[in-house]
């Protein structure tokens, strides 16, 4: 199968208002806040390219319980998370999908579909205000082993007609995701990804290339600084344009960090699920 991109990262929190506050002050761009048909409330960070963060909040637990009910596979998940490792942290990955359709039937056919397919439009909106509706199709990949994280693909029907680019600057000159760090455990997600995007799984693999970004699992002292929760999924490294400008954005809003070989290291903290690493691209 042709190699895969990364579309985004899901990042649960407890409040969408605490979340957005802890990303403006890491110096990213926030858009304004998108509202789910089944209850959960997403605040994007989006970069050029297509990648984006998607901090995820319950906006209404009562619309979230019925979902549930009714077999909503990415909300009956996001609840397994907050159940399992708390209100604040990374819970999935991605895929970009042009047929989610095709990426469902290829699940089931591996015998690792997460459940069934979700179909649904929510308003997304630009930077000045501008609205307009955009459909989405998502494919659920999981297995038994993993009850923290958990793999979908992303295909948009209707793309909408809004201008992203003001969206996809950032004073912390962040360009884009350039790698996940998974936990020194998370040996089964990593396979599940292997037979999602049509590979043969190797116990022995510690890596999963996407056509964007990369995928790796952390082994005991590993200078990137994750710190070894038993999480399956714990950092994310993103790709700056200059360094030093990056440390001054994060001065700049009161970010402790400390700078090590592997980049810029920020530990996680209400509204930021996940160790963020801040990096020269390569």
């Known amino acids: 199968m042709t190699q895969r991109a990364l579309d985004h990262l899901v990042l649960p929190t407890a409040s969408l208002d605490a979340a957005r506050e802890r990303l403006t002050r890491l110096g990213f761009t926030v858009a304004p806040t998108g509202v789910h048909p089944f209850g959960t409330v997403n605040a994007c960070v989006y970069f050029r390219g297509g990648t984006f963060l998607e901090a995820l909040a319950i906006g209404d637990g009562a ?10 596979v990415f909300v009956a998940r996001d609840h397994v998370y907050r159940a399992m490792r708390g209100e604040e942290g990374f819970s ?19 015998d690792i579909s997460g459940g069934d397919m979700l179909i649904f439009s929510r308003p997304s909106a630009d930077a000045l205000g501008r609205t307009d509706m955009a459909t989405f199709r998502l494919a659920f990949a999981a297995d038994i082993e993993t009850a923290d994280a958990f793999l979908f693909s992303c295909q948009r029907i209707n793309a909408p007609a809004i201008d992203r680019g003001s969206l996809e600057l950032h004073a912390n000159g962040a360009i884009g995701i350039c790698e996940i760090i998974a936990g020194e455990h998370a040996g089964s997600f990593i396979r599940l990804i292997e037979r999602a995007v049509g590979r043969t799984p190797h116990d022995t693999t510690h890596t999963v290339e996407f056509t964007n970004s990369t995928l790796r699992m952390v082994r005991p002292g590993d200078p990137a600084g994750i710190a070894q929760s038993g999480a399956t999924l714990g950092g994310i490294v993103f ?40 990096r020269r691209p390569n």
Request: proline share 4%.
């Open 92 to 110: 999935a990955i991605v895929l970009a999908s042009d047929d989610a359709e095709h990426d469902h039937a290829a699940f089931a056919a591996a």
């Open 63 to 72: 619309t979230a319980a019925s979902a549930i009910a009714h077999g909503n």
């Open 239 to 278: 790709s700056v344009a200059d360094i030093e400008a990056t440390q001054r954005s994060l001065d700049a809003g009161g970010i402790e960090f400390q700078a090590t070989p592997a980049g810029l290291v920020v530990p996680p903290a209400k509204g930021q699920g996940a160790t963020f690493i801040f």
